[in-house]
């Protein structure tokens, strides 16, 4: 099992930039494809980025494509999401989530483990 804590959230205005990062607590970190899930208020929960065991894959969602950056730490049990060029529409709760896989992928149903959320919201 593994506990996972956000922060890095906050209001910034479109166009700027945030990190969020997600302190995991546990030896078998390492073990895990990481992702981060965000859910607007009226709308369901995206997947919209994950990384492998070794970091060494990423994947992203469409929405984030280009804009977003998934990486991690092992040796510091640590996640980061940077996010550039933010819109409104990326304004939700971003969660850390953990899936014990050992292949990365993007089903979101399959993140076992979730952080309590970090609020990012993005001001026209």
């Known amino acids: 099992q593994v506990q996972l804590v956000e922060s890095g959230g906050g209001l910034v205005q479109a166009g700027g930039s945030l990190r969020l990062s997600c302190a995991a607590s546990?030896?078998?970190?390492?073990?895990?494809?990481m992702g981060w899930i965000r859910q607007a208020p009226g709308k369901e929960r995206e997947l919209v980025a994950a990384?492998?065991?070794?970091?060494?894959?990423?994947d992203y969602g469409d929405s984030v494509q280009g804009r977003f950056t998934i990486s991690r730490d092992n040796a510091k049990n640590m996640l980061y999401l940077q996010m550039n060029s933010l819109k409104p529409e990326d304004t939700a709760v971003y969660y850390c989530?953990?899936?014990?896989?050992?292949?990365?992928?993007?089903?979101?149903?399959?993140?076992?483990?979730w952080g309590q959320g970090t609020q990012v919201t993005v001001s026209s």
């Open positions: 990384i492998s065991w070794s970091g060494g894959t990423r």
């Open positions: 546990g030896r078998t970190f390492r073990s895990y494809v």
């Open positions: 989530a953990a899936s014990p896989s050992s292949i990365i992928h993007m089903s979101l149903e399959r993140y076992d483990y």
